[in-house]
């Protein structure tokens, strides 16, 4: 039976980030805001590091803890739908593992969020070190969100590192467990077109260790979003001919204009996104074929 006392449910995915999530967790209970009206969901995506040592030293300091291990690395989208299955709180919050929130975050969103929408904020890139050049550490890829993200009709597409609505809302269509970053969150909001408010005041940090970091890492990160992205505008998207040839001119022209950057400048940050654009182009072209995980059932 559910307990009517929740009032929000924090919904967290975590895989292989202990050393981060320990900091966010902590960054939770250190929140202005009543610990018998939180509930932590954990869900771990069968993580092989101290995740779990890690979320059992906490269950001491939240009266209400819940911690879910996935059998088989199955994404985070498929996380955050086991979580909204089993949260008991009216507001469900997603945050990520490696975000730090301050202490006024949940009392701000609670008190500013309105039936029927959703309310995302800034997330602020915080790492322990800066990348070579002077885009690198405000690439996509580390998720630095200062101004709201919007599609081309100027809606605003919420965040899932902090994001907030009522449980209704996400019930009515739980996320794709088959897409990854940086679609999986206009997928969901084209198919449910809720009304998302962007608050400044909601900033949260995205906290990265020094290892995570490193260029080649963030290469292969950028690649594998980049291929994400062509293979969601040829598969999902159905794209016509006509559009098929317009991105692919701008990803070619963004690919070769970022390349120049990071060559004359030094700046890790082109290079990164160079490689991002033209793994949208051969996966637009079908170059690249995007390759299914297996996703297990917990129902």
Known sequence: MRNKNFLVSIIIPTRNRGYILKKTLNSLFNQDYPKDKMEIIIIDDASKDNTSYIVNSFKSKFKYLSYLKNSVPSGANFSRNRGIEVANGEILVFIDDDVIAPKNWLKKLTSFLKKKEVITGPVIFKGERYLLGKHGEFSSFLTHVEKPVRTAYGEIIPVFANMGTYKEVLKSSLLDPVLRPPVEEIDWFLKVRPKVRFCEELWVWHYKKR????????????????????????????????????????????????????LLKECTGGLIIAISEIAVFLSILGFINFKKRKIESWR
């Open 211 to 262: 290892e995570e970091l490193k260029l080649s890492k963030l290469l292969k990160i950028a690649y594998k979003r980049g291929s994400e992205t062509g293979w969601y505008y040829r598969e999902r998207l159905k794209i016509n001919k006509k559009e098929k040839i317009k991105l692919c001119i701008r990803s070619l022209e963004t690919f070769f204009r970022s390349l120049l950057h990071s």
